[in-house]
């Protein structure tokens, strides 16, 4: 097991009929800044319960935070925190609210020139406004992290920023506000949590057994409860066991101490900036290839995946496993209902080449060899045609 350190500061409030709790959570005589996205909160009574749990305080509204959210949208926002002296900020929504908000919150408080440095060249954030979060769809893990992915619109780059002074204060988890999601989204969701442990689990053995194990059991979850949610979508413990493990997924904790690779993320990301495709599509395109492509280097973990999630242990050849599980995994997509090949979504060649040049430009060598240069991508991606 590599050294680790590991602290999580984020108080959870998990549960039926938690949003009212919000108001023991903000401290008194804060001046609260809600920030929303398009509407969904408005129609499935979300809105009307924080609304009545804030009763006692001052606040505002930021609504109009887009999926993928903009650089451009989130500085808005920051101007009315500046105009109003907003002090404690409230996100209402999924990974991209939340996203937003850690982003508003850390440019509220910027010194530098520009606060896109933030995201193009790290820049260091020394201070951010306090958040809290209701978390409105189970998929990111961003209510109990630390990270967040800004979308400039101007120039379609969609880059990832984090720092320790982005931890939620508190997200309440009520998994009966997902019951309204479109189950597009659920299966977003379900395979954009599974991806996050797959990039912290399917690296190369660190005999981590702890984390393993943790990382098995949500695979296990969202591999289960995930089919169930489109099946039967008001089941309050399905919702439950998704929305708890999507949180576990990308909470810090079963990365500690063992290699990660985020290349299906990274190239996800330039999918989603270039064409628009919505997060979870991409990653359901890209892993295929970056496990197909990196099988010799992945061989123990993935043997390991197929071994104890997906029970594939019979008398095959390594390398027969190894396909199967690979195959293991697309056929969860499609049982999710997410299609897996760019030809689906309209792309070809072109994407390939406008990706692989991205990756390039940017001169990155990513997974945990940092060995996938823009070559590999092409590689990759080509096998998802
Ligand atoms: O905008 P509204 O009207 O609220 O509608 C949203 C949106 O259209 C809708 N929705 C959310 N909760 C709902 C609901 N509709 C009905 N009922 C509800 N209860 O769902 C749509 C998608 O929402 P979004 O927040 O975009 O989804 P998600 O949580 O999947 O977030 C995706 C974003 O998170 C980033 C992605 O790149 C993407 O920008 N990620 C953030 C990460 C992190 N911070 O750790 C890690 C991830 O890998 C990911 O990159
Ligand atoms: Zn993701």
Redesign the pocket.
């Known amino acids: 097991m590599e050294n680790f350190s590991f602290v999580n500061p984020v108080k959870i409030i998990f549960g039926k009929d938690t949003i009212k709790s919000l108001s023991k959570e903000i401290p008194a005589g804060s001046k609260v800044l809600i920030t ?6 408005k ?2 009574g ?1 809105y009307d319960q924080v609304i009545k749990a804030l009763s006692a305080f001052d606040f505002y509204e930021f609504s109009g ?5 903009h650089y451009e949208t989130c500085m808005k926002a920051v101007e009315l925190i500046k105009e109003k002296n907003i002090d404690y900020v409230l996100a209402v ?7 937003a908000t ?1 982003f508003i919150v850390a440019a509220a408080c910027f010194k530098g020139d520009d606060p896109w440095d933030i995201l193009s060249k790290q820049a260091r954030i020394e201070r951010a406004l306090p958040f809290g979060t209701v978390l ?2 189970s ?4 209510e109990m ?1 630390s ?3 800004i ?1 400039k619109a101007e120039t379609h780059d ?1 880059l ?1 920023f984090g720092s320790s002074k982005l931890y939620p204060k508190f997200s309440i988890l009520d998994p009966e ?2 019951y ?3 189950l597009k ?1 659920v299966s ?2 379900v395979v ?1 949590a599974f991806v ?1 442990v797959i990039e912290q689990y399917v690296t190369y053995p660190s005999q981590a057994m702890i984390q393993d194990k943790f990382a098995e059991a949500v695979l296990v979850t969202l591999i289960t409860e995930g089919p169930k949610a489109l099946e039967t979508p008001r089941d309050y413990d399905v919702r439950a066991n998704l929305m708890w493990a999507s949180t576990w997924a ?1 909470n810090g904790w079963i990365g500690c101490g063992v290699p990660e690779d985020w290349a299906t ?1 990274r190239i996800g ?1 330039e999918l ?1 900036a270039l064409y628009g495709l919505d ?2 599509q991409t990653l359901a395109i890209v892993l295929p290839g970056v496990l197909s492509v990196l099988k010799d280097q992945k061989a123990d973990k993935i043997l390991q995946l197929g071994e104890m999630v997906f029970g594939i242990y019979n008398n095959m050849s390594k390398d027969e496993r190894i396909d199967e599980t690979i195959r293991a995994i697309i056929h969860f997509f499609e049982e999710m209902q997410l299609k897996t090949r760019l030809s689906d979504y309209g792309l070809g060649q072109e994407a390939v080449d406008a990706v692989s040049n991205r990756i390039k430009e940017r001169g990155w060598k990513l997974g945990e060899k940092e060995n996938i240069t823009a070559d590999v991508v092409k590689e990759i991606l080509t096998l998802r045609m």
């Open positions: 929303y996205g398009g509407g969904s909160i129609h499935n979300v935070i887009e999926a993928n959210p929504g999924g990974g991209s609210v939340i996203d850690k409105t769809i998929a990111t893990g961003s992290n990270g967040a992915v979308t969609k990832a506000v997902t309204s999601l479109p989204q977003n969701g954009d996050h990308l993320h990301h989603t997060h979870a």
